[in-house]
């Protein structure tokens, strides 16, 4: 008999019959992987667990811990789905149905619209079909043969796929029962192992995603090999539309974006002002801590000075166009680094001035395109947590040490305590694209990776990301949901601090150009609002929220009390309301979670007589009566400590 040779992951070889199925070489690994398995990878292709082995080659039985062989099962079931589809509703056609990231979908040409009852319909026939364990099977059909099937049975979009995408004389199908379709593969073996899926919605697209031709209805699934992958990803979706910014934004009062104002520009309410302030008052003090000063630019300036920095050139299409002025051309200001740039080069520095450190909350705008536009986190006006740094080549180290702690205290005192870390690297095989030579670019990045590494950051490096102008380092922070945000950047800078000619006199009394540093920890004030919003799903800590504590007179008797102890709250410093409306105790409560105040006070007869107050808590419930000093004691500390409760 005639063997073959296959070589297993862990080098192991085996010589099998030629003819030996994947499939078949699992069952001899063990039962359980046999079980598990999914689809095989040879010489880096995937096939079916069931096509026979007849050469020399490498062989992985891949189960659901390889992402390739999810999205095979994905694929696989949207097979199933459209299968389903064909049986429920004989007369549709056919279009594309791929798998995506967390699931599948499948597209079809119908006169009438799925409806949600239709997706219910489906959904259970998948279920069925499921159940049936039916196999899935490859079949090679010569392609004029492939193209009649089709014709015959009016699948005119697949005829447009055979003709394109069959390049040899035979073409591969695969059949489950009596659906069939024109597909590559591979696929899984067969329908059992599909359970946990759930169709989503339907979305329109084009045939072929170009404008003018048919229309196509997708039906979008959600599906995992398992079905608790599947559970917890429903519930992060519910999580996430729980948490959305835009709808607790508006439910909060704390920002509005106005249509006849125009796209992408924010309103911040009261509510939402006294949160920025905080969280502008704690920057502006830290930023004084670590040693910055604080400087104000102009929003608009000179066109020219644009085109110093190069913006013109390379930044154009994300700058609003300039205007005119006596003759002259301004520009209004998509970055703050050319506005600090001139105030460094206001007089001569002397290497003792350095570093020199310059913070600005700066307001800067820049063209998106409408359609990307989203919420706070996309958007065509915006504040910057904007700092740039000039400094001695052996500064540059300590500097980026500082830069990546400070990220951390952003991190620990907005409550985030997951993070990734990316180096974004030139591309050494293109030095013609950028500025500065590969010496200073090997210098940079070395300076960087070595700040990482004594810090002992974990981190990935990306080849050929950096910003056009030097490497750079970002810190994604991971939110309650573990959703992964881009918030920190620290880059490098070779380009500007050559085209204005920056300067300072060193200790040999020469001119050198300094090195540049651009961060930003927040990245914008608008964008981490919006990720604080969702991170704590609109209920800030207290000492952000925009009312720490809301008094509520059980009745007309204590409602002189209730307003001392209001008045007491506001001498001590803080944010409180008296709610006198005239409702029962239980609708004042309720109106206050709903407004996620931390505090409520509640004053019945007993609290005025013995000068207390009934706390309860948004999130503990009732805490129990304390005296009115004990409270206003407590919350100082929660505040002063900026705890996350
Ligand atoms: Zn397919
Ligand atoms: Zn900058």
Redesign the pocket.
Known sequence: METIQVTLPDGAKREVPRGTTPAQIAKEISPRLAKEALVARTNGDLIDLSRPLDHDTSLAILTAKDPDAVQVFR?SA??LLAAAVMELYPGVKLGI??PIDYGFFYEFVRPEPFTPEDLAKIEAKMHELAAKDIPNERKMIPKPEALELYRKSNQEFKCELVEEKAQEPMVSF?TTGKFI?????P?IPSTGRIKAFKLMNVGGAYWKGQEGNPQMQRIYGACFVDQKELDEYLHKLEEAKRRDHRRLGTELDLFSIQDEAGPGLIFWHPKGGIIRKQMEDWLRTELIRHGYDLVFTPHIMRLHLWQISGHTDFYRSSMFGPMEVEKDEYQLKPMNCPGHILIYKSRLRSYRELPVRLAELGTVYRYERSGVLHGLLRVRGFTQDDAHIFCMPDQIEKEIQDCIEFAWEVLRVFGFDRYEVELSAGDPSRPQDYPGTPEEWRHAENALMNTLKRMNVPHKIIPGEGAFYGPKIDVKLVDAIGRPWQLTTVQFDFNLPRRFKLEYVGEDGSRHQPLMVHRALWGSIERFFGVLIEQYAGAFPAWLAPVQASVLPLSEKTIEYARKVTQQLKDAGFRAHLDDRNEKLQAKIRDAQLEKIPYMLIIGGKEAEAGTVAVRHRAKGDLGPRPLEQFIADLQQEIASRAIV
């Open positions: 694929h949207a097979h149905g791929p695969y379709d024109f597909c590559r593969g696929h």
